[in-house]
């Protein structure tokens, strides 16, 4: 399949963004990259004939044809694409059915917690909500030791589904971590998820994708700034 009209409607710093690049990389598809400045309060003409329900990125416009939602456009590269490089999904039923299942929890269970983290006031409130993370992080050593099978990642020997799922957010976690004084993928107590961080941050497909820490911190700041 002809991939010369491929361009990502999207935010540098969003974890949406990044997995849908990711992926793009994984599969070794050229694509040009549209910068949304949708947090200065202005979304582009573009953005909103592709994607009219939602009004947000990213989007995928592949031969003219717009894919809405990051889980969603995932799943479409991976059939579009399908002769290019490894697959994102499993071809197994159940091991395909479980990668959907931790990119959903992921999504709407572990990473709102650190969004609540931030909201958070006072020390109790923090506390539970960490608690939480933690908790959740443990769940996601236990998945990553059971779908890796001894591998470097979630998929094994290559990227998968939850590995660009997880791996987007990396930016933003360690952001917390620091902000915080917190370690969620410790060396001790989730060696899997420490190693599989690293390994994801120096993967070809996401290196030159994960947003660099300093400037990432200074958009943060920028934003808060604008929402005071």
């Known amino acids: 399949m002809a991939t010369s009209s491929v361009q990502v409607l999207g935010a540098w710093a969003s974890p949406y963004s990044i997995r849908v690049k990711t992926a793009l990389n994984l599969k070794s598809v050229d ?10 309060g202005s979304k ?11 009004k947000r990125t990213p989007v995928l416009i592949h031969d003219q044809k717009p894919v ?3 889980l969603i456009i995932l799943q479409y590269i991976d059939e579009a694409w399908s002769d290019n490089g490894p697959s994102i999904l499993p071809s197994d039923a159940y091991d395909r059915a479980t990668a959907r299942f931790w990119a959903a929890y992921i999504d709407e269970k572990w990473f709102p917690a650190f969004k609540e983290l931030e909201k958070a006031s006072g020390d109790e409130a923090r506390a539970a909500i960490i608690g939480e993370i933690y908790e959740g992080t443990a769940l996601l050593e236990a ?6 099978k001894g591998k470097a990642y979630f998929g ?3 990227l998968g589904y939850i590995d660009v799922v997880l791996g987007s957010y990396l930016g933003w976690i360690k952001l ?3 902000a915080a004084g917190l370690k969620f993928f410790d060396e001790t ?3 899997g998820l420490a190693r599989w961080a690293e390994s994801f941050s120096t993967d070809a497909a996401a290196k030159d994708v994960l947003p660099d ?6 958009f943060y700041m920028m934003i808060k700034a604008t929402k005071a």
């Open 31 to 40: 694509y040009e990259f549209i910068e949304e400045k949708f947090y200065l």
């Open 44 to 54: 582009s003409e573009q953005l909103l004939k592709a994607n009219p329900v939602h």
């Open 68 to 70: 809405c939602e990051s």
């Open 143 to 148: 998945a990553f030791v059971e779908c890796s």
């Open 156 to 158: 094994g020997d290559s």
């Open 176 to 178: 917390t971590e620091s």
């Open 189 to 191: 107590k989730t060696p």
């Open 213 to 218: 820490a300093h400037k990432l911190k200074e």
